[in-house]
């Protein structure tokens, strides 16, 4: 099974801040890898899927990269609307479409 | 506008019986291959399985600590996708989510129905 490693597990940052969240496949995914953002309470939303492409409606300081094993999830300029914890999910390796642990990304 | 709408959550006791259903609107439901995905209490996402559209077979598959307990069904007739959960264990609390699912990621949730199997 294709198991996703997230770093860090949290992160402290500050408005303004470009953040960036990694993901790594235990084996190669190719492209299939997709990250959602997930608020208290609140249904995980898609942020991202083939590792780069920006899912309808989210905001361009959003983006994502990588290819392989090795993935990134990048916000260029912290809103305070983006504190929230952050998911990678392969959808190579189906019908197993295994999550990382989750980055809980925190106000400084 | 597209929607999906849990149901069926409560209160059980271990080795019990509970059904949850998800309400689709807004999309071709028919078309769709949907997944259940849980989320224990302050832990993170688990797949739970997923059911493909029937005219892609209408296969499930299921994560391994729920193969054999679990059953996923839809009935396109209703746009209603179902997750029959049997054997209940304690393990199995937590917040129930169907999804559409593709290799393009799960970009339609519910809002989610909360399960407790607690004796």
């Known amino acids: 099974d294709v198991q996703m490693t997230q770093s860090p597990s949290s992160l402290s940052a500050s408005v303004g801040d470009r953040v960036t969240v990694t993901c790594r496949a235990s084996q190669s995914i190719r492209s299939y890898l997709n990250w959602y953002q997930q608020k208290p309470g609140k249904a995980p939303k898609l942020l991202i899927y083939a590792a780069s492409s920006l899912q309808s409606g989210v905001p361009s300081r959003f983006s994502g990269s990588g290819s392989g094993t090795d993935f990134t999830l990048t916000i260029s300029s912290l809103q305070a609307e983006d504190f929230a914890t952050y998911y990678c999910q392969q959808s190579y390796s189906t019908p197993l479409y295994t999550f990382g642990q989750g980055t809980k990304l925190e106000i400084k | 506008e597209v929607q999906l709408v849990e149901s069926g959550g409560g209160l059980v006791k271990p080795g019990g019986s509970l059904r949850l259903s998800c309400a689709a609107s807004g999309f071709t439901f028919s078309n769709a291959w949907m997944s259940w995905v849980r989320q224990a209490p302050g832990k993170g996402l688990e797949w739970v399985g997923r059911i493909k559209s029937k005219t892609d077979g209408g296969t499930t598959d299921y994560g391994a600590p729920v193969k054999g307990r679990f059953t996923i069904s839809r009935d396109d007739s209703k746009n209603t996708l179902y997750l029959q959960m049997n054997s209940l264990k304690t393990e199995d609390t937590a917040v129930y989510y169907c999804?559409?699912?593709?290799?393009?990621?799960?970009?339609?949730w519910g809002q989610g129905t909360m399960v407790t199997v607690c004796s």
């Open positions: 999804t559409t699912v593709g290799w393009n990621g799960m970009s339609i």
